[in-house]
């Protein structure tokens, strides 16, 4: 069994993490009321954010972000919440710091007990859900530096290792906005709701925890934004590059023809000027260099070099 439970007047804290079918059925034994459906969601690999309305219940999914150091991206975690009455069941996969956190205190400390539970249902879902968008803060923080660093190394000599950069940032930052837009319909949902189990009053509460969202919302907006135009500026910059090479290897390219003709010419099994001179190398290399030093001249007059 993987269901922890912290009783304290007036609110009940079940948390299931990792469930399995022995967790579901006590749940169904103890609830009888949840429906089957939001008892089945619990254990599907990954259901969409939402809010059901049950006359006795509410049902949420949501998801945070978590971020994964080996793919060097934000995946979305799932939680879910059965607030009843006298009853908050959350259920996950143990890998959302703040929940795991909040419950062990619960725990260990009888003042962070009364403190999360002490004051019913309503204060004790905006809490545990208000920690949670809370974390996204310290996780776009890191995405903000990343975006900085990026910014310092866009013009270094380094193009591949900076335009593999900005992938992966712009890779995390597509998936963030992704994990958080589809949370601000489902607190906005809660703040507008009207069930008997969440009192009139938390609408302010849950209508900071959507303001919180939506700062958060225009952050990583703004960082999509800037990484695009990164990304502009560094497919400019390689293209800038690419033409340099090209430009000096084509001067390289027209020098080299005239040289090419001359050579290929004294090549011939034929009489030619200078052929029988006792000098006639220096006074074919003296030639060649004037042509040389005549062409970078010209190039340099036409601002080609």
């Not at 969601?41 to 969409?48: Q, Y």
């Not at 607190?187 to 509460?205: F, K």
């Not at 293209?239 to 090479?245: A, L, M, Q």
Request: charged share 25%; hydrophobic share 50%; net charge negative.
């Amino acid at each position: 069994m993987t269901t922890r439970i912290i009783e304290h007047d007036p609110v009940t804290w079940i948390d299931i993490v990792h469930p399995n079918a022995d967790d579901v059925a006590a749940l169904r034994q103890r609830f009888p009321n949840f429906h089957p459906l939001n008892l089945e969601d619990i254990v599907s690999p990954i259901e969409r954010p939402k809010l059901d309305q049950d006359d006795d219940y509410l049902f949420l999914v949501m998801h945070f972000p978590l971020w994964d150091a080996r793919a060097e991206i934000s995946r979305a975690s799932e939680v879910n919440f059965f607030v009843v009455r006298r009853n908050i069941v959350t259920v996950h996969n143990g890998s959302l710091k703040p929940l795991v956190a909040a419950f062990e205190s619960c725990q260990a400390d009888p003042a962070e007990r009364e403190s999360l539970l002490g004051r019913g249902v309503n204060h004790s879902i905006y809490t545990l859900i208000d920690r949670l968008v809370d974390y996204i803060f310290p996780i776009l923080n890191r995405v903000d530096r990343r975006v900085h660093a990026i910014e310092d190394a866009l013009f270094e000599s380094n193009a591949k290792r900076v335009i593999q950069e900005i992938a992966l940032v712009r890779r995390d930052i597509i998936s963030l906005r992704r994990i958080i837009r589809a949370q601000i319909p489902i607190v906005q949902q809660l703040e507008a709701v009207e069930h008997p189990i969440l009192l009139e009053h938390m609408e302010e509460y849950f209508g900071d925890i959507a303001d919180h969202l939506l700062k958060l919302r225009d952050i990583v907006d703004e960082n999509y934004e800037i990484i695009n135009s990164f990304a502009d500026t560094a497919d400019t910059l390689a293209g800038y590059r690419i033409n340099e090479v090209m430009r000096i290897l084509t001067v390289i390219s027209v020098i080299m023809l005239p040289l090419t003709l001359i050579s290929s010419i004294y090549g011939m099994n034929i009489a030619l000027p200078f052929a029988d001179a006792p000098q006639a190398f220096m006074i074919t290399a003296g030639i060649m260099i004037a042509i040389v030093i005549l062409m970078l001249a010209w190039f340099r007059r036409r601002h080609w070099l």
